[in-house]
């Protein structure tokens, strides 16, 4: 009983610590793409006046479609932001530059088209307005 509570317990301490390793490297990722300049197409999108969201995601995927979008439609109404839409498959140098590894993802980039939070899946409304608020737009 006493081996398997822990192992138990190495198995949570080993998660815990490739999930905090994880989280570190995501800060550390975009600090780096912070002082980096913006691919040319993604600088041509953002107007410098406001800030932007870009939204990664594919032609086949149903997530995107029925549980993203309706979320970014629904920020659209409450916050001031460009939402852009792009397609991880035909836009492959930007969704490389930004670690797009999954679909849906949305990158918040502040007015000067830096990087402010990269999230992965499906993103609530509740988290998305955070950030957004967090750069000082309401």
């Known amino acids: 009983m006493a081996e398997r509570l822990l192992i138990l317990t190495l198995g949570i301490v080993l998660a ?4 905090a390793a994880w989280r570190f490297w995501q800060r ?20 410098g006046q406001r800030p932007a ?8 995927c149903a997530q995107c479609r029925l549980q993203q ?10 916050v ?12 492959e140098a930007t969704a490389r530059f930004y670690g797009i590894m999954t679909v849906p993802t949305t ?4 007015a000067q088209a830096r990087p402010v939070a990269v999230n992965h899946g499906v993103t609530p409304l509740q988290r998305l307005q955070a950030q957004i608020e967090a750069i000082g737009v309401r």
């Open 16 to 19: 815990l610590a490739a999930w």
């Open 28 to 47: 550390r990722r975009l600090r780096t793409l912070a002082v980096t300049t913006a691919p040319p197409e993604v600088i041509r999108l953002v107007d």
């Open 53 to 60: 969201l870009l939204y990664f995601t594919t032609a086949d």
């Open 69 to 78: 979008a309706p979320i970014l439609t629904q920020l659209a109404a409450k």
């Open 80 to 91: 001031n932001i460009a939402i852009h839409k792009l397609d991880a498959v035909e836009q």
């Open 107 to 110: 990158v918040v980039l502040d």
